[in-house]
């Protein structure tokens, strides 16, 4: 019999990234042990019934309460870079993964406790070539993320619901936040300006973008810029090939950059 904090470790190890065997090796135990910690049927009282209080979190189906801002930010990060599968090992359950740049540490501690406020379930951490994949299990993201479907996010319609229209008019800014760290950016545009009689000047200023292929998810983060009256631009991207047709939100003004600033600012 393991102890307690000796199954926490394995669950924290886990978080981090670290594979079964790692975890098995660190912690002194088996991969059967620690299986069936995760995902067995050897279960005693006392976690049926913390399993059984776990049931009620859905604000959707149940009687659960749902953090609105860290719900917010994590619908922006939903739709600008994740996606949704369904367990094939254990019908009924789905996983939301959300997929960020391994260069970006704070912002995948961000999006693991927005998660964590969402629901009371375990994070954890994957690696991918170039990102790192935050995922969590739990039956009902389908009922906080309806617009959940098979196929590419931009190949169907992808509408709020009116309790979700109400909650992000109400969190507008991590909304905004969610869509830029998840699948936009801010650079530093640079603009050659010529002179006579003198060398060129160059200018610089710092801009954000947000590049998707669905023009419902581009109308999301527009009303949402709309209510924080931030200005913003719209072109079809037609030189790079990998987001051909692609619409890009451009954030240019010194006035709407400063306002972003405050609230999102550079991914670090």
Known sequence: MYSRKIVDETFRLKA???????IAAR??????????????????????????????????????????????YLLGA?????????????????TLWILYDKKYPQLIAYCRAAIEAVFPIKVFMADRPG???????????????P???PG???????????WQRRIVDEHPQALVRGLIHSDGCRVINRIRKASSGAEAEYHEYPRYHFTNAST??????????????IAWKIHVNKRMPRYKDAHIVSISRRDAVARM???????Y
Do not use: M
């Open 78 to 94: 939903y739709l600008g870079d994740g996606h949704i599968t369904e367990n094939k090992n254990r019908p009924g359950v789905h």
């Open 261 to 267: 600033d405050d609230f999102v600012g550079p991914k």
């Open 147 to 149: 617009q959940h479907g």
């Open 216 to 229: 419902d998810i581009i109308d999301i983060l527009t009303h949402a810029l709309d209510r924080l009256d």
């Open 131 to 145: 990102c790192t994949a935050i995922k969590a299990a739990s039956k009902h993201w389908p009922c906080v993320f």
């Open 152 to 162: 590419k996010k931009h190949d169907r319609p992808i509408l709020l619901e009116p």
């Open 16 to 22: 981090q990234g670290l594979t079964d065997k790692e």
């Open 27 to 72: 912690c002194g135990v088996s991969l059967r042990a620690l299986r069936h910690w995760r995902y067995g049927t050897r279960r005693g009282p006392e976690v049926e019934a913390r399993r059984a209080d776990r049931t009620t979190y859905c604000p959707r189906c149940s009687t659960g309460s749902l953090h609105k801002e860290a719900y917010s």
